[in-house]
């Protein structure tokens, strides 16, 4: 196992860019099959989500959506530890998302001008939890849970059965408590495909959220070119840890297989000064690999991973930067230092005890985040990205009169003489 990790050590600048490879890439191949499914869903609507369902699932649907008597059921069946488990969480969560509430903007820009901006919920969401290395009832809560607080009207979710027709209990469980208005039992690209475009049974949304596997994301791109729009682009999961020569290696090593653990695709990179840790890291993921179940697949999630030596913090961090990971997890003696010098990262881990697994699940923050760089752009999900902003504008007489001329000198200097028109009738009515 040693000999998978790759160890580099003081890699030049121009070296970087090959090390900061990630696992998967959108091929000609996946972009053509995500646009046959997404085609036959708009065309033929629930007939091809049963025939994907028989394909894909091995499970033959009658009934597309989730029941009140399955739901009722999955309360039951979910035990009693876990659901006080899931009360936390979402607790926290609620916490953290309600302090981010916008309050209305209001700007009195020039006398008899008034400016307002006001964040208004997006009426219908869709959220896709995925279920197939494990069933993320934290992404409901991650998701569900601001799209409450920002008061969307209409919370769509699609997930995928199980081989016996089912959706997880502790997801229906995670679903009712959030506030999911309507569950649909559906995985994969044709989920996205029936969120974006509507089916006989699954209704039409403007945004969708979620985390999901190749096809679901490349899915969710091809929609979002026409159809609705998305929370953000993103791939496989990733984590960026730094970490110095005091660092426990176990927690290091912890950190690389927790995010192994999410696909053979998922990446894991160590940062450090110490040449020490980097090649006793290894050996430590080695043993506490062989006490974990999803060996084989975190096996091939390790062969891309990396643990790289550099030369000081200022190169980490000129490193982390460009990179810009989904997860950073600073393990070092000076970690609040570092974090002020963080520029592009989806959510933060400061010091030895903020594990990427409390951000996960209960700390409060989202864990749905932009992945494969686009931390340089995009923001994780929160409040926000479940409302729209809506700017309002009144003007007075005296309002119109102190910006009129400035409108209409504008307006004729581009030549776009119906603008100049629209202020200066207004102005010759008010003499």
């Known amino acids: 196992m040693n000999e998978i990790i790759k160890i580099t050590k003081y890699p030049e600048p121009e ?56 739901i009722a059921e999955a309360e039951q069946r979910v035990d009693e530890a876990l659901k006080q488990a899931i009360a936390v969480a979402a607790g926290n969560i609620e916490r953290f998302h309600a302090a981010q509430t916008m309050h209305p903007v209001k700007v009195n820009t020039m006398p008899g001008v008034e400016c307002v901006q006001r964040a208004v919920p997006i009426t219908n969401v869709g959220l896709y939890i995925p279920g197939g290395n494990s069933p993320l009832f934290s992404t409901v809560l991650m998701l569900a849970v601001p799209a409450r607080l920002a008061g969307c009207k209409h919370i769509v979710m699609c997930t995928p059965p199980g081989k016996d027709g089912k959706v997880n209990a502790a997801i229906l469980y995670a679903a009712r408590l959030a506030g999911v208005t309507e569950i649909y039992k559906v995985g994969g690209a044709q989920a996205v495909a029936a969120m974006a475009y509507g089916t006989q ?14 096809f679901v994301m490349e899915a969710k791109m091809q929609v979002s070119r026409s159809a609705v729009a998305i929370d953000m682009p993103a791939g496989p999961s990733e984590v960026m840890i730094i970490a110095d020569q005091d660092a426990d290696a176990e927690f290091v090593a912890s950190d690389f297989l927790s995010q192994a653990e999410h696909g053979p695709d998922s990446q894991s990179i160590l940062l450090t000064t110490s040449e020490n840790l980097a090649e006793r890291l290894p050996g430590v993921i080695d043993d506490s690999l062989n006490r974990l179940p999803r060996r084989e697949m975190m096996l091939r999630s390790l062969s891309h991973s990396h643990v790289i030596v550099l030369r000081d913090y200022d190169e980490i961090m000129r490193f982390a930067n460009e990179y810009a990971p989904e997860h950073l997890i600073i393990n070092t003696a000076d970690a609040e230092r570092l974090a002020e010098r963080v520029e592009n990262a989806g959510s933060v881990f400061i ?26 752009a995009y923001s994780g999900v929160n409040l926000d990205s479940f409302t729209k902003k809506i700017t309002f504008q009144r003007l007075s007489p005296e309002g119109l009169r102190s910006i009129g001329s400035t409108i209409e000198i504008m307006a004729e200097n581009e030549d776009l003489m119906a603008h100049r028109m629209a202020v200066t009738v207004r102005l010759k009515k008010m003499q």
């Open 201 to 214: 049974s699954i209704p039409r949304v403007s945004k969708i959220f979620g985390p999901g596997n190749r």
């Open 351 to 376: 010091g030895p005890y903020s594990p990427e697994s409390a951000g996960d699940y209960a700390s409060g923050t989202n864990h749905t985040l932009p992945t494969s760089g686009y931390a340089k």
């Open 15 to 70: 070296a970087w860019s090959a090390l900061m490879t990630r696992a998967a890439e959108s091929t000609a191949q996946l972009e053509q099959t995500v646009a046959e499914i997404i085609a036959q869903v708009r065309e033929r609507g629930d007939e091809a989500l049963r025939e994907y369902a028989s394909r894909f699932d091995g499970v033959e649907l009658s009934d597309i959506r989730v029941s009140e008597a399955e």
